[in-house]
């Protein structure tokens, strides 16, 4: 693929998933009819004659699980409310109902981080009116490969300074953790609002209306696991908690005994 192709094809997804709305920049500015998501988004990292970071957005859309159709995406990539270096805190106005984690939009194809559709598999979640929703910290990643031409490495780096030439992109996974004391901070006209935590159902595939590369949204870890389950994100520093579809409450083996699901599962989809 050449560099003009991933240009235009990047150009084409941006146009796929237009940015969110306009900056809150105050409490009074939101809607009690409408949802709010809540989200960290960390940059891409990789090693290129040191440690490089890519700003790099994320993608949401409308989902019906039934169907498995989306309907207009939302990218999350411009007016964050916080930020520190290259990490970014974004508010999202969306309409009540269930969304999915679409993709991820806005990266830097030259540098090999490619826009990416989680078509194969992703987390979907509702939200209410009047919601504040925290979806933690979204931490996206080059996925793995084994084609030369993706690595960052000298020859590759050479070549784009003397000829051009860029690093072939893989798509993008992502990994979802909880907000913990190390993270942006919440500004104070929003930190006085209660927040939401979601319930992650696991396994939502939909067409691939970006039309770029596509994967899972954990990647190749993600094969064979189990749809329909739920993944609470619980405190700070701990991993999640999966319910599978019965609505009983499981821990991962390595899940500490401290770890709790939210009282009430039995409202899972």
Not at 118 to 142: C, I, K, M, N, T
Not at 220 to 241: D, I, W
């Amino acid at each position: 693929m050449t560099g003009m192709m991933r240009a235009l094809l990047a150009a084409g997804l941006l146009t796929l998933a237009p940015p969110a709305g306009a900056k809150i920049k105050s409490a009074d500015q939101m809607k009690t009819e409408k949802a709010y998501l809540l989200v960290q988004i960390e940059p891409v990292e990789f090693q290129m004659m040191g440690n490089n970071r890519l700003v790099t957005g994320v993608i949401f859309a409308p989902y019906d699980p039934v169907t498995k159709q989306t309907r207009e995406n939302l990218l999350a990539r411009r007016d964050p409310v916080a930020k520190d270096g290259k990490r970014r805190l974004y508010l999202i106005e969306v309409d009540p109902g269930t969304w999915v984690i679409a993709g991820t939009g806005g990266s830097d194809s030259q540098m090999g981080s490619a826009d990416t559709s989680f078509s194969l598999g992703s987390y979907h979640f509702d939200v209410h009116a009047g919601e504040l929703v925290d979806l933690g910290v979204f931490v996206p990643q080059r996925e793995e490969s084994d084609n030369p031409d993706t690595r960052m490495n000298t020859g590759n780096v050479l070549g784009m300074a003397l000829f051009g030439a860029s690093v072939e992109p893989v798509p993008n996974r992502l990994t979802v953790r909880p907000r913990g004391t190390d993270d942006l901070v919440i500004p104070a006209w929003l930190a006085v609002r209660p927040l939401v935590q979601p319930a992650f159902v696991y396994g939502g595939t939909f067409g691939n209306n970006l039309g770029g590369l596509v994967n899972r949204i954990d990647g190749k870890a993600g094969r064979g696991r189990t749809a329909g389950a739920a993944a609470y994100l619980s405190k700070p520093g701990q991993p999640a908690v999966e319910v599978p579809s019965s609505g009983s409450a499981m821990e991962p083996a390595s899940a500490p005994a401290s770890v709790e699901p939210p009282a009430t599962p039995s409202s899972l989809p």
